[in-house]
Nanobody
Framework: QVQLVESGGGLVQAGGSLRLSCAAS????????MGWFRQAPGKDREFVAA????????YYADSAKGRFTISRDIAKNTMYLQMNSLKPEDMAVYYC????????????????????WGQGTQVTVSS
């Protein structure tokens, strides 16, 4: 049974940093796409960043470019999201997700392509 477990969320002041982790179990995702999405109250779940899988291409939402960095530790089957210069508008529940394949371009952005989801971790940014 595949499980994705997020951790690392919390309360941070605007301008601060957090690192989210997503630990996968039940299978290895080293060659498959994994990504981060977020959902703020009253809004749709939106794409944040993705790691395409083999080749490690990364994709970012415009709101994340230059501030967030996605990475993986293959040995630990774990994905990370380093978030710097956090803003109040970054406040949301952040979800880890994984596909049963690699991805490229729009295939990495579209949440309907993701087969597995974590339970989410809350990120709160105070102004």
């Amino acid at each position: 049974q595949v499980q994705l477990v997020e951790s690392g969320g919390g309360l941070v002041q605007a301008g601060g940093s957090l690192r989210l982790s997503c630990a996968a179990s039940g299978r290895t995702f080293s060659n498959y796409a994994m990504g981060w999405f977020r959902q703020a109250p009253g809004k749709d779940r939106e794409f944040v960043a993705a790691s395409a899988g083999s080749g490690s291409s990364a994709y970012y939402a415009d709101s994340a470019k230059g501030r967030f960095t996605i990475s993986r530790d293959i040995a630990k089957n774990t994905m990370y999201l380093q978030m710097n210069s956090l803003k109040p508008e970054d406040m949301a529940v952040y979800y880890c997700a994984a596909q049963n394949s690699g991805c490229s371009d729009y295939g990495c952005y579209d949440r309907s392509n993701y087969d597995y989801w974590g339970q989410g971790t809350q990120v709160t940014v105070s102004s």
